[in-house]
């Protein structure tokens, strides 16, 4: 134990207990202790009737459907457990009684959001009983958000702000001082939806302000605002910086000239704030963090600056600091256009590979339209010749992309599994059940064939786990 030994006679005179080794005599008392402890817990008396809950006005779940949630509760095909919530929700079904403890008492807030859906009066009514459940009991939003927990209030803001975005802001700049840096950044975070120009005085204000989190909250939607005043600043301080240069050869080229300095303006909209990359040099850095704010439309518009959104094409040669700092703002202001040829560049040259992080390339994937993969695929497989194995990048992209597949998309990859699963196993072996979250259930009969009858061992258990997540998936509609 590390402890001192502890006398026995140090304990309440409790029943006679065998042992002489002092420590097994200490630890088998408190055992005693606790346990009647349990056992003698007196019952709370309620000082107030207590209504009975209130009769459902919608229907449970049928038998299989239960059997299928219990599955995903106790741990199996667990990451489909959001999809199922949604389905059930959106079919007015509820969650029978003898689940909804474990369903209130789900610890991921946004799983638990969705589960809120299908607990029904009955969920709620027990909720009322428990202050750890007190996330599910229906309140108003203004009441809520001035005496409600932290979820509590980002939740009664966020309803608030769908129905009267003035409104919820005005709650925000009321209790700005009483609350913490952590709640301010996430409360600004929280201002997205019904974003606009109404928006910009408070925003501004929070570049002021002393913690990090908030200055880069307020700057994320700052740049999501076309007309801001940021987004202009961050025009013009990259404008003397990056021309366009027409070659009759070759293709246009833009053309980078690097920051001498940071001025405090420049300081104050977040440029010299942090690092973006260790590998390059100071001046390279400064470059990359100024391109990363400047919304991706002030290029098309002001440069008439295009990259093609088609793989194998691209009217501009881009410097490895450009291409950063155009990935970077693509993230910050959803430059979808922009994100989807950068995505190309780096599938298809092999000198700017390193133009994003893994992170970066992840929030890239998730800005594409499904379109845009399907293209990318399309190009890059050529049945037996070029594959999706080892030394394909787009395994690494597809892997990232965490978001519906089309019909197409999905025959493409899984076609492609299917010719090399005789082979040792490769990267496309391992991401196969990952990849059996996004493709259409319905397509679970038509993968189930067309597997090889001498799969190499290594393939047989990624094939197995992807096609019984499809099955499943299938089974939950």
Request: proline share 6%.
């Amino acid at each position: 134990m590390g402890q001192e030994p502890v006398s026995p006679r140090q304990l309440p005179d409790l029943a006679p207990i065998s042992g002489a080794d002092p420590q097994a005599l200490f630890l088998a008392s408190a055992a005693v202790i606790g346990i009647g402890e349990i056992g003698g817990r007196i019952p709370a008396i309620l000082e107030i009737e207590d209504p009975a809950c209130p009769a459902e006005s919608s229907v449970y779940l049928p038998e299989a459907a239960v059997g299928q949630l219990k599955r995903m509760l106790a741990g199996e095909f667990e990451l489909l457990l959001p999809e199922f919530l949604d389905l059930t929700a959106s079919r007015g079904f509820l969650a029978p009684p003898e689940l909804l403890p474990v369903l209130l008492g789900i610890g991921k807030a946004d799983i638990r959001q969705k589960a809120l859906q299908i607990v029904g009066r009955r969920g709620e009514w027990l909720a009322r009983h428990n202050p750890a459940w007190g996330f599910a009991v229906s309140r108003l939003p203004q009441d809520a958000w001035e005496h409600g927990s932290f979820a509590e209030r980002l939740a009664a803001l966020g309803q608030q702000r769908a129905a009267q975005p003035d409104e919820a802001r005005g709650w925000v700049e009321d209790t700005w001082g009483q609350d913490s840096p952590e709640q301010q950044a996430a409360f600004i975070a929280a201002l997205e939806p019904g974003l606009s120009m109404a928006d910009e005085t408070l925003l501004e204000i929070c570049l002021d302000d002393r913690r990090k989190e908030v200055r880069q909250a307020a700057r994320t939607l700052l740049l999501r605002l076309e007309q801001s005043h940021l987004a202009l600043r961050s025009w013009e301080r990259a404008r003397r910086l990056v021309k366009k240069k027409f070659k009759l050869l070759g293709g246009d080229q833009i053309e980078v000239v690097l920051p001498a300095e940071v001025n405090t303006a420049g300081r104050r909209d977040g440029i010299g704030e942090r690092q973006v990359q260790k590998t390059l040099g100071e001046k390279a850095d400064l470059l990359v963090q100024i391109i990363s704010l400047v919304p991706p439309q002030y290029w098309n518009r002001n440069l008439d600056a295009r990259l093609q959104n088609t793989p194998g094409s691209h009217e501009l040669r881009l410097a490895r600091g450009a291409c950063l700092g155009l990935a970077n703002g693509c993230c910050l202001c959803s430059g979808f256009e922009w994100a989807a040829a950068l995505v190309a560049l780096w599938a298809e040259r092999g000198e700017i590979q390193k133009i994003t992080d893994q992170d970066g390339l992840t929030a890239l994937a998730q800005l594409l339209k499904v379109e845009s993969v399907e293209a990318l695929v399309a190009q890059a497989v050529r049945p037996h010749i070029t594959e999706l194995d080892d030394r394909h990048k787009l395994v690494t992209l597809l892997t990232r992309y965490q978001q519906p597949w089309s019909a197409n998309l999905a025959r493409m990859v899984i076609k492609s599994a299917q010719r090399q699963s005789l082979n040792a196993p490769n990267d496309l072996a391992y991401a196969l059940h990952g990849f059996g979250r996004w493709v259409p259930p319905e397509l679970a009969e038509e993968f189930s064939e067309g597997w090889g009858e001498d799969l190499h061992i290594g393939w047989s258990v990624p094939i197995n786990r992807f096609l019984g997540l499809l099955k499943f998936r299938q089974e939950i509609r």
